[in-house]
């Protein structure tokens, strides 16, 4: 049974860091492309953000603007778990972050991909509040 689970949220102030990990069951790390997306408060799930994404080969992982050189995705084998490090951060970055896969090799980067529904898998989510 593939599942994800997200840890590592919390409240931060401005300019602090946090490292966000979510451990991966049912597949290898190795295997398919991993996002982080985040949902802000008030928003709906229809608009979650896409954040990050690694893929199988991991040698130009994705970033979206808002995040790009504050934010760093990594894998780990042996753990099989992704993480983001978050530096920087700010009181916009405040959301719940979620883990996400597509069993997919490449990311979707918020895109719709209507032939990856079956196998679509969310993460519980991790809060994370970034005061001014």
């Known amino acids: 049974q593939v599942r994800l689970v997200e840890s590592g949220g919390g409240l931060v102030q401005t300019g602090e860091s946090l490292r966000l990990s979510c451990e991966v069951s049912?597949?290898?790390?190795?295997?398919?492309?991993i996002e982080w997306y985040r949902q802000a408060p008030g928003k709906e799930r229809a608009e979650r953000e896409a954040v990050s994404c690694i893929t199988y080969f991991d040698d130009d992982p994705w970033y979206a603007v808002p995040v790009n050189g504050r934010f760093y995705i990594s894998r780990d084998r042996a753990k099989n778990t992704v993480t983001l490090e978050m530096n920087s951060l700010r009181p916009e970055d405040t959301a719940t972050y979620y883990c996400f896969t597509e069993r997919a090799r490449s990311c979707g980067r918020g895109q719709s991909r209507p032939a990856y529904a079956s196998t679509r898998t969310w993460g519980q989510g991790t809060l994370v509040s970034v005061s001014s």
């Open positions: 049912g597949f290898s790390v190795d295997d398919y492309a």
